[in-house]
């Protein structure tokens, strides 16, 4: 589980590419590909450096219009989601 | 010893001890070679099996019994190996699509299940499982308003310094009588593609343009029980979805080079628009169908 002292970022090899307001991504090793809603994909591309769920939280309230804990929910749920798809690294 | 042709088609240029006479003739250094000769029995390394094919990164063994087998590597060797008394027409007919479209993912390429128009410059792709219409609706729109056609059933995408490029195919069509009606073509002369398979090849290299284009839009077209024309522009990862479906036997070759698919598909709708259609399954729609894709191509 990442706790939020964590940094994370995604890993190197992936493959991704935005869609108009989404973005599809590829583990080329695996060759699964993964699509990430509007949110995500915002996530996602934050991630392109390292952040701690906090940071992230605290970008993601200025961009988008909902609460702090609707936020850091969605935000965890995403994040355990993509560790469990070995989709991000441990900075 | 044999002749020696060359031709190009899908940007390339192949040397062949066989007449390949849909493609264009060419001269210069060939890429692609094919001769006549034995097919291996197998191929080695970490393959997969098929029925009647097996297929690895590199190589790639298909039969199709009773008329020839062919053997692609590194997509830059065919051999054939007919069987007795085979026809010309079957032989080349497997050639000049599946075993081509494995050589072209051999190279690092997207071939496209799709027909193709010149349209100012830019090419417009039809792109659909068989039977939807692909050739018809190509032919159609250059009938009617005169755009050269790039590509009848496989269009090669490649990318150059990071930009998508579409590569022209060759001058032929495969038509089947129903279509050489609606196109009002003279079937006079026509020949079939294969020996038993009433399908016509239609010449079309007057129409033709070969080179290559940045690309304009992709049009997918889909059948529907409806009785109207409907068209909607696909936006987002459904339209990376619809583009990966219409890769040219996406089945044989399944996830071996899916890097390089996500790529060119990636750069190709990051430059092109794409278009569901949806057309009657049943009756004449042609004309509506013309009318909606010259609109959306004004658009």
């Known amino acids: ?91 | 010893m044999n002749t020696i042709n060359t031709y190009t088609a899908f940007g390339l240029i192949f040397s062949s001890e066989i007449e390949i006479p849909e493609f264009l003739p060419a001269i210069g250094e060939a890429q692609v070679s094919i001769t006549l000769g034995n097919v291996p029995a197998n191929i080695s390394g970490n393959l997969t099996e098929g029925f009647r094919f097996q297929i690895s990164k590199n190589e790639f063994i298909i039969r199709f019994k009773p008329w020839a087998s062919f053997y692609v590597c590194n997509g830059d060797k065919i051999i054939i190996e007919p069987e007795q008394d085979s026809d010309e027409r079957d032989v080349r007919v497997f050639l000049i699509s599946s075993v081509i479209a494995i050589l072209l993912h051999q190279r690092g390429l997207l071939p496209l299940h799709a027909s193709g128009i010149k349209v100012n410059n830019k090419a417009v792709l039809f792109s659909a499982n068989s039977g939807i219409g692909k050739s018809t609706i190509s032919l159609a729109l250059n009938r009617k308003y005169g755009y050269p056609l790039i590509a009848d059933d496989i269009t090669v995408i490649s990318e150059k310094e990071g930009r998508p490029i579409v590569h022209s195919s060759f001058p032929s069509a495969k038509l089947w009588q129903e279509s050489v009606d609606l196109l009002g073509i003279s079937n006079e002369g026509l020949q079939y593609i294969r020996k038993d398979v009433f399908k016509y090849r239609y010449d079309n290299r007057p129409d033709f343009f070969n080179g290559i284009l940045d690309p304009l839009i992709v049009f997918v077209l889909e059948n529907t029980d409806d009785e109207i024309v409907e068209i909607n522009e696909v936006k987002g990862i459904e339209k990376f979805n619809v583009l990966r479906a219409h890769i040219f036997r996406l089945r044989m070759v399944n996830e071996l080079y899916a890097s390089e698919h996500f790529k060119l598909i990636s750069n190709l709708l990051n430059c092109a628009k794409c278009y569901k259609i949806l057309r009657p399954k049943n009756g004449n729609s042609l004309d509506e169908l013309c009318s909606v894709v010259q609109s959306a191509i004004l658009k």
Do not use: Q
């Open chain 1, 1 to 91: 589980m990442i706790n939020e002292n964590i940094k994370i970022v995604r890993k190197k090899e992936l493959l991704s590419s935005r869609m108009d307001n989404e973005i599809v991504m590829m583990h080329p090793e695996s060759g699964k590909y993964f699509a990430l809603n509007p949110v995500a994909s915002r996530i996602w591309e934050l991630l392109e450096e390292p952040h701690t769920i906090n940071e992230l939280v605290e970008k993601l309230l200025r961009e988008f219009d909902v609460t702090e804990e609707t936020c850091t929910n969605e935000v965890s749920v995403f994040i355990e989601e993509i560790t469990e798809k070995k989709l991000i690294d441990i900075s």
